[in-house]
């Protein structure tokens, strides 16, 4: 079995770019969004805490069955820990047996970020130039990269509570090629903006801004809400806008998209790929992703890294899995 660690990934990044990681990355998500019918899928399963919730995330088709374990505690921050660690394991279909076991808190960074762009691709405007984002802790700098790869960004505005998050934002992000502009409100930060990102980690029903707030034909990317009674917008914006999520039966539960019926649910994500509905339509709508993560995601992007951890030598292989001589002497390893 193949471990690829956090060293692994640094690795990895060093050697191909965030940028041409980020274009296989999408590649690869439209790739299997578009092949829909052949997996099989179901929710995640989620047990939670008071101070906040793991999950497992399963999919699989013929080939491959993928998963990962993933934590959401927004109050780890304040414990000098992640509010997310993940790690995942990807296996071969055919035996059972695993090929990968690897870190998965900076792949479902990049991964979060590559679905958002995925689905800005049909719901933004092409011409998209200015993105405000709302929240600058651990997933920002990935979702305006992954952004940038596909739009021609010129101006980042953004803004958080915590001052300090948006010092350490600009800091990573400074050396890039667009203007970055601190907000001291968020209704500054997405006034006429092209795409509006929002990412914030507390719990509870929040109203970060009102329809009023943004202009005719934005983009919005909510990754904020992901789990039952969490949601960042409010319902007038919901009945306002097109929306499209990743997988319903999830989303209901734990999306922005709690708020309101199925009925109002334009689209999931595979059938923007597929062309079976479309995306954007005119200059004027108002766009919605409901991103809460989905398990097809994690199976694209461990996918992903098995391939490029043949193509660069990467990881080390353990032996994790017994091999013995008579597949049915098992005991035989241990006289």
């Given at each position: 079995m193949k471990v690829i660690t956090v060293r692994d990934m640094q690795k990895l990044?060093?050697?191909?770019?965030?940028?041409?990681?980020?274009?296989?990355?999408?590649?690869?998500?439209?790739?299997?969004?578009?092949?829909?019918?052949?997996?099989?899928?179901?929710?995640?399963?989620?047990?939670?805490?008071?101070?906040g919730v793991i999950e497992l995330m399963p999919c699989a088709d013929d080939r491959y069955y993928a998963f990962k374990y993933v934590n959401g505690y927004p109050g780890n921050p304040a414990k000098g820990k992640l509010s997310v660690v993940a790690t995942g394991q990807l296996s071969d279909a055919l035996t059972g047996y695993p090929l990968l076991l690897a870190e998965m808190t900076l792949l479902t960074a990049f991964r979060t970020a590559a679905?958002?762009?995925?689905?800005?691709?049909?719901?933004?405007?092409?011409?998209?130039?200015?993105?405000?984002?709302?929240g600058t802790g651990a997933q920002a700098?990935?979702?305006?990269?992954?952004?940038?790869r596909l739009f021609p960004l010129k101006e980042i505005r953004f803004y958080d509570k915590d001052p300090l998050a948006m010092i350490k934002f600009a800091h990573n992000l400074k050396t890039r090629n667009f203007a970055l502009t601190p907000c001291d409100t968020i209704q500054e930060a997405v006034r006429q903006a092209d795409i509006v990102i929002t990412a914030t980690a507390?719990?509870?029903?929040?109203?970060?801004?009102?329809?009023?707030?943004?202009?005719?034909?934005?983009?919005?990317?909510?990754?904020?809400?992901?789990?039952?009674?969490?949601?960042?917008?409010?319902?007038?914006?919901?009945?306002?806008a097109k929306i499209v999520v990743e997988y319903l039966s999830q989303?209901?539960?734990?999306?922005?998209?709690?708020?309101?019926?199925?009925?109002r649910i334009h689209a999931e994500l595979w059938e923007l790929t597929t062309g079976s509905k479309p995306g954007r339509e005119n200059s004027d709508e108002i766009t919605l992703f409901d991103a809460v993560g989905f398990a097809l995601e994690d199976y694209s992007a461990l996918r992903l890294l098995y391939q490029l951890a043949l193509e660069h030598a990467l990881g080390q292989e353990l032996d994790l899995l017994p091999e013995p001589v008579d597949p049915k002497d098992l005991f035989g390893l241990l006289t």
């Open positions: 990044i060093a050697t191909i770019g965030i940028e041409a990681f980020f274009g296989r990355l999408i590649t690869s998500l439209e790739h299997d969004f578009s092949r829909w019918p052949d997996f099989r899928l179901s929710p995640r399963h989620a047990t939670y805490y008071a101070h679905t958002c762009a995925l689905a800005a691709k049909y719901l933004a405007r092409k011409n998209s130039e200015t993105l405000a984002i709302i700098e990935f979702q305006v990269l992954g952004f940038k507390a719990y509870g029903r929040h109203r970060l801004f009102d329809l009023q707030d943004i202009a005719p034909g934005t983009h919005i990317n909510a990754i904020g809400c992901d789990c039952p009674g969490k949601t960042e917008l409010p319902p007038e914006l919901l009945e306002a989303s209901l539960i734990e999306g922005e998209v709690q708020q309101c019926d199925a009925e």
